[in-house]
């Protein structure tokens, strides 16, 4: 019932091209979805968030697309950068309980 | 603090030894979170505490790990007798409260190595 499944476990793609990483979730009172990149040797760090009022939410470059019907919601990073790479999670949370992370996509853009 | 401060940064400990890791939170953030997170892996939840109480302990690995929460503030997250299977990155996180509408701000980790 806590779970959030991410996939895929690790991605490459090419500087300039589209990367998604995809996340499903079982709880339905979960009703905050945020998105963490980790760099090596960092914490992770809060990227972007989405609440399921909306569809989706874009900052710069990312864009979270979120389906409430199907309990998916993905990351978009648009325009791909070598600086890009890192390891991204992503969470759900809502209520009296904290956030459940997914297990982490490892992302590489080769120049 | 503007961050979160963990402290030490890197620690090296001889298999047996006991050590302490710390935890200064963000002031004001009435919640805060241990994960554990070994070389290329995901999040794995420790401990969290409301205020200076953990009302679940179960996702400690053995009874050779505790934390304690003092003040609302500053928590310590002990690992006595350590094994070489407690080697990794000690992750700790604070949030404006507990609920899991609040983004968490993560530190930067204490590297454990146990030779």
């Known amino acids: 019932q806590q779970q959030v499944k991410q996939s895929p476990q690790s991605l490459i793609v090419q500087k300039g091209g589209i990367s998604i990483i995809n996340c499903a979730y079982e709880?339905?009172?979960?009703?905050?979805f945020p998105w963490y990149q980790q760099f090596p040797g960092k914490g992770p760090a809060l990227l972007i968030a989405?609440?399921?009022?909306?569809s989706e939410k874009k900052e710069g470059r990312f864009t979270i697309s979120f389906n409430k019907s199907a309990k998916q919601f993905s990351l978009h990073i648009m325009d791909s950068q070598p600086g890009d790479s890192a390891t991204y999670f992503c969470?759900?949370?809502?209520?009296?309980?904290?956030?459940?992370f997914g297990k982490g996509t490892h992302l590489i853009i080769q120049p | 603090g503007a961050g979160v401060s963990q402290s030490p940064s890197n620690k090296v400990t001889e298999k047996g030894k006991d050590v302490e890791l710390r935890c200064d939170p963000i002031s004001g953030h009435t919640a805060l979170y241990w994960y554990r997170q070994s070389l290329g892996q995901g999040l794995e939840f420790l401990i969290y505490f409301q205020g200076n109480s953990a009302p679940d302990k179960s996702g400690l690995p053995s009874d050779r790990f505790s934390a304690e929460r003092t003040g609302g503030s500053v928590s310590t997250l002990t690992i006595q007798r350590t094994q070489q299977e407690d080697s990794a990155v000690y992750l700790c996180a604070s949030s404006l409260a507990i609920s899991g509408n609040y983004g968490y701000t993560f530190g930067s980790g204490t590297r454990l190595t146990v030779v």
């Open positions: 969470a759900a949370g809502g209520g009296a309980d904290g956030l459940t």
């Open positions: 989405i609440r399921p009022d909306v």
């Open positions: 709880n339905t009172a979960f009703d905050y």
